[in-house]
């Protein structure tokens, strides 16, 4: 029985007993993400008069997101009432009685993790970046009623101004500055009257203010003239106003995010909170089995009972375990305190570490 083959019957009526908790937990994890997000905006739709079809809306295409943020909780509790349950009931202990152990019992929840594993991450960049694209369009336009001037190819900000067009390579919200900012000068016929450049410009004092800038204008020889300038960005758009106007990590693919960082620092333009994100986008899937590795020897070998309660209890004391390290670690990443690889990976290296040592303690 120790040497028991994968797919045996028992492998199947584990996987069947932890799919069955799995799927139902997904279901009540998402809506109570989607109740917190309602009462977070909900004051936002009441002051905009939102519509409520237009609020269900947005809702229905928040879905998918909810989804992937909730699913390593549900792969986690999950793994806790089904070993909870099944030991209550005595399966466990006539399942070690047979010869084996608690590595061998637990196998099918760590393969069918793998798999959610990679359903995620596909899950991540076929579905999610969609759906969120379409959410946030409807909350920028309709409850916001923000005009869509970004052009959405990439983090760049298009902005039509008086006689002008502006473009912005990237708005950092963190740090509130605005970085690559060029003004298109065009003449009442649309043709190019001259240009502006200006490095970075910051919000002071109710208003965008730049230290130095550069301006370039058509002489009528056709020639350009330089000189350097001291201006402030004819932007009227305050940073909560260009918030609605930049895009989420969520809503950019894996590749789309590579292709941004990359036309990032082409133009000079430091990407480092980007390749966070990048790396992030690869990590969190892993979260599946790592959290069943931590699950099963708190579940088996700490004798857990099946109360949903406790299970619950558990699961909400490990993944606040998990977001607060990896909370930590990422804002270092965004900062330069650690590399984008070290600051996305180390909270799975951290749990998987704890985890292997866990799982294999004990025979």
Aim: proline fraction near 5%.
């Amino acid at each position: 029985m120790r040497f028991l083959p994968l797919g045996a019957i028992l492998d199947r009526y584990l996987a069947t007993v932890f799919l069955r908790i799995f799927f139902a937990s997904l279901i009540w994890a998402t809506a109570l993400f989607a109740i917190v997000e309602f009462f977070d905006r909900v004051g936002t739709f009441l002051e905009t008069g939102t519509p409520l079809g237009t609020a269900l809306r947005y809702f229905f295409f928040k879905i998918p997101l909810s989804i992937s943020r909730v699913i390593g909780f549900a792969t986690l509790f999950s793994t806790l009432f089904c070993l909870g349950l099944l030991a209550r009931n005595h399966e466990i202990t006539a399942m070690r009685a047979s010869g084996l152990p608690v590595q061998r019992i637990a196998l099918p929840l760590v393969v069918l993790s793998l798999g959610i594993c990679l359903v995620t991450f596909a899950w991540n960049e076929a579905v999610v970046p969609i759906f969120t694209q379409r959410a946030q369009t409807i909350y920028k336009t309709e409850v916001k009623s923000q005009k869509p001037q970004s052009l959405f190819g990439t983090r760049d900000i298009w902005i039509r101004g008086e006689g002008s067009f502006i473009n912005v390579d990237q708005y950092d919200i963190k740090a509130g500055t605005l970085e690559g900012i060029k003004i298109f000068q065009l003449n009442r016929d649309f043709t190019l009257k001259g240009m502006v450049e200006i490095p970075s410009a910051e919000w002071r004092d109710g208003k965008w203010q730049a230290h130095a800038a550069t301006e370039w204008n058509f002489l009528p020889d056709g020639s350009l003239a330089k000189q350097a300038v001291t201006v402030a960005p004819p932007i009227s758009e305050t940073p909560e106003d260009l918030k609605l106007l930049t895009r989420e990590p969520e809503e950019f693919t894996f590749f789309d995010l590579q292709k941004q960082i990359a036309d990032m620092k082409a133009k000079g333009i430091d990407a480092t909170a980007y390749e966070v994100d990048l790396q992030v986008k690869l990590a969190v899937p892993f979260i599946a089995p790592l959290v069943v590795l931590i699950a099963v020897p708190f579940a088996l070998k700490r004798r857990l009972s099946s109360g949903l309660a406790l299970s619950f209890g558990m699961a909400m004391l490990i993944a606040f375990a998990y977001w607060v390290l990896s909370a930590f670690c990422f804002s270092l990443g965004y900062s330069g305190a650690l590399s984008p690889v070290v600051a996305a990976w180390v909270p799975n290296a951290i749990f998987a570490l704890i985890g292997l040592y866990l799982f294999t303690a004990e025979t």
